[in-house]
C-alpha cells in the first residue's frame, strides 16, 4: 500500500529563486505505472502546473503554459518514490496551495503544499522635508518587500521612538511592496533616530540610522531677538530718566 508523507510546514520561496514542492511517496514505485498531476490553487486564480504520465511516452511531462521554463521533475527520483516539483523564478502570484495527486494502479492520494512567497526590499533612505513648528519633518522609504513589511523608529538606545508616525505601504508593478513613514523630531529630543523595516514571516530586517545636527532645526527669529533688545534698552534708559511704569 502507497501513501504520502505529507510536509510538515508550508514551504517559503524567495521572489526571484526557486524552491522544492515536497511530495514523497514512502515506498518505491514503477515510473511506468505512475501519474502525477500538480495543480495550483491560489487567491485569484486555479490551474494545473505539470503532469507526469509515465505511460505517455515519449513525452510523459506536460506543463502549463503559464508555468512554461518554471518547472521540473526530479525525474531520476521517482523510482524512489520522489515526485517533488521544482518551481524557478518564484513571483508574488506564486503564493497558494499547490496540490500533489498521485495515480498508481488502483491506488490515488494526494497532499497539499502551502507556499509562502517573501522577498526583503533595498535599505532605508532618508529625507527631511522642512519645518513643521519647531520641529522637522522626516521621512524613511524603502522598496522591495514581500509580503508587505512593519516599519518601526528606533532611538539611539533601540528603543521605540514616543513621536507618533504616519505610516503606509503600497504594492507596485510586480506586486512587491513599497514602505514609507514620517515623524516630526522636536528640538530637545534624541537627535539620533533609526528606520527599521522588517518582513514578519522571514523575520529579517534592514535598519538605517540617522543623526540629526541642531544646525537643522529652526532658530529664534534674529529680528525678534533685535526688538527684544531695543525693548530691554527702552525700558533701562526709562528708568534712568526717573520714569515709573
Known sequence: QYNIIPPDNPVIGIIGNSAVLPCQIHVQINPDKLSVQWSFSGASRGSVVATYSGNNQPTPVQKHQEYQGRTDFFLMEF????????????QPSDKGK?????????????????????????????????????GIRISCRSQGWFPAPTLNWLDSRGQERPEPAITW?????????????????EPGSDRELSCRVTNDLLKASRRSRLRISGSFFPSTDPWMVVSLGILVLDLGVLGAMGFKL
Open 169 to 185: 505601504s503600497t504594492p507596485g508593478a510586480s506586486g512587491v511592496f513599497s514602505i514609507q513613514s514620517s515623524v516630526i523630531l
Open 79 to 90: 523510482q524512489r518514490g520522489n515526485v517533488s516539483l521544482l518551481l524557478t523564478n518564484i
Open 98 to 134: 499547490y496540490i500533489c495527486s498521485v495515480f498508481a494502479e488502483s491506488w490515488y492520494e494526494k497532499v497539499v503544499v502551502d507556499l509562502e512567497v517573501a522577498a526583503v526590499g533595498d535599505e532605508s533612505s532618508f529625507s527631511l522635508h522642512g519645518h513643521v513648528g519647531n
